[in-house]
């Protein structure tokens, strides 16, 4: 039996998780639906989520599908947990991209698209809640084709849509499904399923859509062991649990086995050996001794990161989801469980590595977030998990540093000035937008031995994690010109004790600028309240870029800084007597000017 590792992805509240329940209810896993209201769904497990009736977490579940066994992975579909759908893409074989026939496209559906098509990953999407008032048919399809996928292909059509009336009937005369296979699996085209999760109208489509269409290649030839961990749980006994896609070879019990650890450009070996390994069957876990490619198991026993390789390094690390960019200090009610408290936000981390923990000059402890929301998920989590009430300071944006110009800096080996038994030259100058630290050894990498380029990397690393105005500084090339040591006498330390010098003349030299993150938006509201709008978008400092009336409705499009962006969002439900919409999501940097 072959096997296809699927994730459902969506913006939140297009019915994703929704979906996920009917799927294992019409295949026959699940006696009763359950519902996300209620909070009993099969794929939202923590307590929180249930709580709060959003997916927070990736989840796993299995099913057959007669020759098909499916894999399948429920992902979050708030902004504020992209990292969480990030570390899934780099596992998937294919994906169902849900979209509310009522909502329609919204800011995380363009991104998640755009991710999708640069991945080459082979879509479904699934206009959902077509018994819902207000959903459309046509009109939605042709949004998508302008705004998402030019190449689509419509399996099914609707009758009676926006009424509990709804039905779906399939499509005659199909292009053959070899053909249509074929480009499915290029990303040529991609097929749309019309359906109601809630009531299973369309489900039967669907599920017959992925047996006919994204059925994956067998690959028979034996290769090594190549796996990915995209995430970590800590079980009961303070254990941790690594989930980890095999993309080929096999994984046995008991195996010593290489780990790939990527730090910037740096590839590190690691070694361990599994303890206890389960898979996933029909909606169980199971335990095995062996496990061969392409599937996804969980493993105990080794000392993981998430991103770590297993066996063989297929690929580097690609980021295609902005990083936090909001930082809050948070500290325990009773100052006595501070030990505690940072314990605690030490596992937090591991399970969810961009939520970084700094501890600063004063001593507090920081969070680096996405957003509010994920702010109250990490307090409702530490207080479940560990029975720590925590309180937050006000939210504080992270600003970031640019460099301007060119700059050098260079120290010759026993020189009166010099202190470190090590020849270094550094040049410092802007990189290209997104692109981060760029580190090149000039002079050549076998002119200076391993450790030392390593030394002087990870320095240059660390010392840019602080800029002239104590901000980290971005998107710069730094390039050592010269290097040179004392074969006997110089050691790594030498390297690591002069970069930071050298590199900080070359900044001031260079000098840098300060850049504020800002978030791109869509709101839409009434059209009597365009006046009421317009001021408060004014007040945030916002710069609008288009504003178009459908029927009795104004969408307006623009960008706003993210310091602006949260007050705004309160304020919407009142400027638009309830009924606005306020979609927002990371855009990039600005210059930030400190005359507002």
Known sequence: MKTLNLGILAHVDAGKTSLSERLLYDVGLIPTLGSVDKGNTQTDTLKIE?????????????????????????TPGHSEFVAE???????????????SAVEGIQSQTLILANILQRLKIPTLIFINKIDRLGARSDELVKEIQTKLFPEILVLNTVQNIGTDFAKTFDIQNLPDPEKLKDWIGKMEICPIVFGSALVGEGVPQLLQALQRYFEPIEDKTTK?????????EIDTKGRIVAYARLFQGELK????????????????????????IQGFKNGKQIELKTVEAPEIVKIWGLDLQIGDWLGV??????????????SVIIRPKNPAQSPKL????????????????????????SLKLYGE???????????????????????????VEKVVGTGKAFAEKFAPDNLFIATLGISLKPGIQGSGIVFDIGIGRGHLPVAFQKAIEESVNKTLKQGLYCFEVIDCMVQVTDAGYDSVATDGGDFRGLTPILLQKALKQATT?????????????????????????????AKIDTIAEESEKTIIKGTLPVRQTFDLERQIPNLTSGQGLFLWGFEGYQKYTNNR
């Open 85 to 99: 759908v990030e570390r899934a893409l780099s596992v998937l074989d294919a994906v169902i991209l849900v979209i």
């Open 373 to 399: 929301i994920q702010q109250q998920i990490i307090q409702a989590f530490l207080y479940d998990d560990y029975g720590l009430e925590v309180v937050f300071e006000k939210t504080q944006v992270i600003y």
């Open 253 to 276: 019990l008991r195996q010593q086995i290489p780990i790939i650890r990527i730090n910037q450009n740096d590839h590190t070996e690691l070694f361990g050996k599994i303890t206890k």
């Open 513 to 541: 600028e300060i850049y504020e993150p800002i978030n791109h938006f869509e709101l839409e509201f009434p059209k009597d309240h365009l006046n009421n709008i317009l001021a408060a978008l004014v007040k945030a400092e």
């Open 313 to 326: 390094c297929l690929r580097d690390e690609v980021n295609y989801f902005a990083r936090p960019n909001l």
């Open 50 to 74: 249930q709580q709060r009736g959003i997916t927070i977490k990736s989840t796993v579940v299995s099913f057959d599908l007669e020759n098909l066994k499916i894999n399948l992975i429920d």
């Open 224 to 232: 090594p062991l190549s796996g990915k961990v995209f995430k970590l």
């Open 342 to 365: 940072h314990n605690a936000l030490k596992n937090l981390c591991l399970i969810d590595p961009l939520v970084s923990v700094e501890q600063n000059s004063e001593n507090t402890l």
